[in-house]
């Protein structure tokens, strides 16, 4: 099987494709730039994104590496899901594995660890015909279906069983992985060990865009690093799509999300304060009065129930002080929208750390750029994250809060430092 090594944001010249070939991974990789070579004929120029991962389309495999260090990526992929800590994992994973095959190898283990006292039993409801009655007769279908004759009977009634929502996610999850070409026999038999755990669980394919949510409580929290893992991977995955006969599948990671979720966690546990003052991103902010233009900042810093500082996360490759000056309106939108003195962007920059200050003409508004060096030992980057996190709590506290009335109902009703 040809294999073909692409990195984030660069650019490889001169690869043979077919036109199924090439229709099959534009569909597997939106993001992916296909571009005819100048000069050569069935030769294409691939140009990745953030996303990172494999690609698969029939004999051939396109591994997207990352542009930071391997331990960098897991060390952001674990913050992205809940209760999953990349230091509790062996980082042998950096040097002896690939991405997807890490990845595999810490579901499998996850897995392994919240089944090790059994799996997760749940009631379900079940309908069929019984020779008796058992819990409520369905007295419809049984006239539908059976012209009112007894027995058989139409009966619903529930069943305490394995067969759940969460135990159907992971074993999505590690089948999706398996039918990866993975390299490593340690994670084909961690993957084939975790499956085989899970017995008596339905094989359920999960859509990337219909992974549901699962709701925890004490009962199935034991299970929470491991679901997490899957619903982040189910998510990232594409299985049997192609082009004209062309098959292939792929598995993909969108760093823009992974660096977000990250600083969004990060800074939460950093700062000390709980999800619901360091929330996810909502739309329920709008720019203009009549409330036709919405706003979502990734980064929101609450007290008592007022945003006290924003900001913005961005996963792009920057030279050391190139920032987009569209990423700068952006952020002074959001200050001016909620009514605060200015606003913080924090990039992921792989060039080293650089901080600058932008003092806005004719308003005084801050805007605050910082980049996360994430090519640094994982130690190094908390570090980072501290700096920033001990920045936004000196300076909340240091300027207190201000109330300033809004013109628009669904506006935040006051204004408060950053």
Not at 7 to 17: C, P, Q
Not at 85 to 113: G, T
Not at 388 to 394: D, H, K, L, T, Y
Request: hydrophobic share 40%; glycine share 8%; with cysteine.
């Amino acid at each position: 099987m040809r294999r073909i090594v692409l990195h984030e944001f660069a650019t490889k010249r001169g690869i043979g494709l077919t036109i199924g070939q090439r229709d099959a991974i534009r569909k597997l990789h939106p993001g992916i730039r296909i571009e005819p070579s100048s000069g050569l004929a069935d030769s294409y120029d691939l140009t990745s994104d953030q996303r990172i991962g494999l690609v698969c389309v029939s004999d051939l495999v396109i591994e997207v590496r990352p542009k930071i260090p391997m331990s960098s990526v897991l060390y952001l992929v674990s913050h992205a899901c809940s209760d999953l800590k990349w230091s509790e994992q062996e980082p042998e994973f950096a040097q002896d594995l690939d991405l997807v095959e890490a990845v595999a190898v810490i579901l499998a283990r996850l897995v392994q660890h919240a089944t090790r006292r059994g799996l997760l039993n749940g009631y379900q409801s079940e309908e069929e015909a019984l020779p008796a009655p058992r819990g409520r007769v369905l007295f419809d279908e049984q006239l539908r279906r059976r012209s009112g004759r007894f027995p058989p009977v139409e009966v619903r009634h529930d069943v305490f069983t394995p067969d759940v929502l969460e135990n159907r996610l992971l074993l999505s999850a590690l089948l999706a992985m398996g039918q990866l070409p993975l390299r490593s026999e340690a994670a084909v038999r961690q993957l084939g060990r975790a499956r085989r755990l899970l017995g008596g669980v339905a094989s359920v394919r999960f859509p990337p865009h219909g992974v549901p949510d699962i709701v925890f409580t004490r009962l199935n929290s034991h299970y929470r690093a491991a679901v997490s893992l899957a619903t982040l991977l189910l998510r990232s995955t594409s299985l049997d799509l192609g082009s004209g006969g062309t098959r292939g599948s792929a598995f993909l990671i969108d760093m823009n999300k992974v660096f977000e979720e990250f600083v969004r966690t990060s800074l939460r546990e950093a700062i000390g304060v709980p999800v619901r003052d360091f929330p996810t991103p909502t739309s329920a902010l709008h720019l203009d009065v009549a409330g036709s233009v919405s706003l979502k900042p990734d980064l929101r810093l609450l007290r008592s129930e007022r945003v006290v500082w924003v900001g913005d996360a961005k996963y792009k490759r920057l030279p050391p002080g190139a920032y987009q000056n569209a990423d700068l309106y952006q952020m002074l939108a959001y200050s001016i929208a909620l009514g605060l003195p200015g606003g913080t962007l924090i990039y992921a920059a792989d060039q080293g750390v650089n901080a600058a200050e932008h003092v806005v003409a004719g308003s005084g508004q801050r805007l605050h750029v910082v980049s996360l060096d994430l090519s640094a030992p994982v130690p190094a980057i908390e570090g980072q994250i501290r700096v920033i996190a001990e920045g936004i709590v000196a300076a909340t506290d240091a300027a207190g809060t201000t109330e300033r009335p809004r013109g628009d109902r669904g506006a935040w009703r006051s204004a408060v430092p950053w």
